[in-house]
């Protein structure tokens, strides 16, 4: 993060004060580089993400504080779904003039809350001026060893599809808000503690401020049972089509399965007409979807459950190079959609 | 670079064909997240830039090829000025939709000409739309052993403040391209071959097609000589302030003395009220600035022209913390302006 950017030396300076420093970190903010130092005998890995205003967010709908939290959270779950462990990030703001004057104080609130709990350290970034809307972007760097990182292309025919978590809810919220729910004011009103509306904040919950399975991914990551792993932003139609892409295979998904959260049954029973595929393509689920031999189900469930999560098993992969998605009495099931296109 | 972004799955693909893999790379473009491996004893040294349409560049001014070329450059300067190897780098475009089809390749072409060229492999990024103008956020992976790792802090009063190359050229371009000057027709037209025009095109060039200045800083890390050291894109007056204020130190720099080149003096002899502090506060030179001991200038002064470069002493470290200018009489000049702000 170089001070001499647009003049921002205030913010940057406000930023560096609050940043606490966890492994690794020999130079952090303020100078040409960060530096820092990797565990012996790990690997470096990298993402980056870019998150625009009204494309992946709407600042009437994303609070500046959640917004802060989820942009580092989506990068962490990149790192996550290769069992990595998140180390460092970077990260870079676009601000226009018509921001209030707390909403990059808040947001940056929310990345380094988001931060701590995952022991990354902020080592450095860029701020400027936007045209336009906020651009936030940001960079994750973790490490792993070797042997323990998963990648997309390991997935075998007859290994389960798992998936963690339920899928489906931010879906959800994202159809609830643009329906008119208003993600503040159920935090804020005593009044609204009703099942429907709790379940409703649930979901919306689900989509501005994701947690990303670091612990599970880890655990997974640890178990050598796993042989792919991918993290579900997009729906896990589309992202276990890159596993199956990226290992030169096929499957079949068996939509009755897709677990899903009471509160996304209860909204969705309460509705006709109700878009039943969001578990499939709803997209920014960032729960985990992997796959691992069938002999290994019952450790694959235990270890999901001592991380405090859980795990179903969603599907079989197949030699034949084509995802297939079916019915629980067996009949084939047509998407409505194919994957998630954030806002747009 | 995830494939499931935007739908952007052509492009990616595209991109990462071009990709030539050197040192370190295990897993590039395609997965989660990258992973690349350090060389042993080495740190790792991170930088990340972002570029806003119409804040730092012009579609009008700034052809793609070279602004892919400029977005990687000005990354590879931080490492430079920190003496470390550059590696590896993370591209995200957001891309607007009235950006002509080609704008896109031929920036990516620009960038990934500019990563052959100091053997950076691109290993990641991220696409998406953008509602108004063209994002591109740059992140720069480099290394370097820790004792080599030059930083803005070491100054010591004493020292010799010295600058690579001359100083004042990319200003003198911006304000060549603000005057009417057309970047693209010298290179087309043949009969713009006039020493004012080459001139003129030359200090556009060093705008448009910035060169990070490597092999100095990879030099200057080597030979143990330098105890300070920063690339100058604000200004060498602002950006000299930095290494001041990270020293405990002043300094003060001979505004004579600052090395401006062949073309900048015709262009600014050739002009009443010519902005004559443009080489102290111009910005965007690229060039790097640094210290060392009074004992070592022959060493440095060699050291530099076998990189093929020059440097030049224009100042000295002081104790008192301020940083002042004088004019070659000695009497003291006051700035017009105390560093660069892009466009805006």
Redesign the interface.
């Known amino acids: 993060m170089?001070?001499?950017?647009?003049?921002e030396f205030g913010l940057i300076s406000r930023i560096a004060a609050q940043v606490h420093s966890h492994q690794g970190v020999?130079?952090g903010i303020?100078?040409?580089?960060?530096?820092?130092?990797?565990t012996p005998d790990m690997?470096?890995?990298?993402?980056?993400?870019?998150l625009?205003?009204?494309?992946?967010f709407r600042r009437r709908w994303h609070d500046p504080y959640r917004l802060g939290r989820k942009s580092l959270a989506v990068s962490i779950s990149?790192?996550a779904?290769?069992g990595?462990i998140p180390r460092?990030a970077?990260l870079?703001l676009?601000i226009p003039a018509d921001l209030p004057p707390n909403f990059i104080t808040e947001c940056t609130h929310g990345f380094l809350a988001m931060a701590e709990e995952y022991s990354v350290t902020l080592?450095?970034?860029?701020t400027?001026?936007?045209?336009?809307?906020l651009?936030i972007?940001v960079?994750?760097?973790?490490e792993q060893r070797?042997e323990l990182?998963l990648?997309?292309?390991g997935a075998r025919p007859g290994d389960d599809i798992w998936v963690s978590g339920t899928l489906g809810d931010a879906a959800l919220g994202l159809k609830l808000l643009d329906f008119g729910f208003d993600s503040a004011q159920p935090r804020d009103s005593a009044g609204h503690t009703g099942r429907s509306l709790s379940g409703a904040e649930g979901a919306v919950s689900r989509l501005l401020d994701p947690t990303p399975r670091v612990t599970a991914g880890l655990a997974l990551a640890a178990s050598g049972l796993v042989t792919s792993m991918?993290?579900i932003?997009?729906g896990i139609l589309?992202?276990f089509g890159?596993i199956a892409e990226?290992s030169g295979v096929g499957g079949c998904l068996h939509l009755d399965d897709l677990p899903v959260s009471d509160c996304f049954r209860s909204i969705a029973s309460a509705f006709n007409d109700f878009p039943h595929d969001l578990p499939l393509s709803g997209g920014e689920d960032y729960e985990l979807c992997f796959t691992a031999s069938p002999g290994d189900r019952e450790k694959i469930i235990g270890l999901m459950k001592k991380c405090g999560n859980q795990a179903t098993a969603v599907g079989i992969v197949s030699r034949q190079p084509e995802v297939t998605v079916v019915r629980a009495d067996g009949s084939s099931y047509t998407p409505l959609s194919k994957?998630f296109?954030?806002l747009?």
Chains 1, 2 share one sequence.
């Open positions: 170089k001070t001499g950017d647009s003049g020999i130079t303020g100078d040409d580089a960060a530096v820092t130092v990797l690997q470096l890995l990298t993402s980056t993400d870019m625009m205003e009204d494309i992946h990149d790192l779904a290769m990595a460092w970077l870079s676009a080592i450095g970034g860029d400027c001026a936007s045209r336009s809307g651009v972007s960079t994750i760097m973790g070797p990182i990648r997309r292309s991918i993290d932003s997009d589309a992202d890159h990226l994957g296109n954030h747009i």
